[in-house]
Nanobody
């Protein structure tokens, strides 16, 4: 299983970006999937997570600005980021807990990071 993240880039404060994370390989189910971010010298922190039932949870710092969604047919998770702030400038990582075959054990996978830079 591989997770391919995309969509990072440079945006002005107040702008928007949409991150995508596509999972490929042998996949039976994904639950949950999410986005984390990590600043240099700091621990990786949860940004948003979505379950197979479309339940969501967000970090307080992004509530009302970011929206996580998923397309099960495409095994893809999205993070719509609006009203971006300079403090959102970090590397974002996607994460998914995947079962590869029916009855198998779940395993956690990480995508490569994608850098989001918000200029003031």
């Amino acid at each position: 299983v591989q997770l391919q993240a995309s969509g990072g880039g440079l945006v002005q404060a107040g702008g928007s970006l949409r991150l995508s994370c596509a999972a490929s390989g042998s996949i039976f189910s994904i639950n949950p999937a999410g986005w984390y971010r990590q600043a240099p010298g700091k621990q990786r922190e949860l940004v948003a997570v979505i379950t197979s039932g479309d339940g969501t949870n967000y970090a307080d710092s992004v509530k009302g600005r970011f929206t996580i969604s998923r397309d099960n047919a495409k095994n893809t998770v999205y993070l719509q980021m609006n009203s971006l702030k300079p403090e959102d400038t970090v590397v974002y990582y996607c994460n998914a807990v995947v079962v590869t075959v029916r009855g198998g054990s779940p395993k956690t996978y990480w995508g490569q990071g994608t850098l989001v830079t918000v200029s003031s």
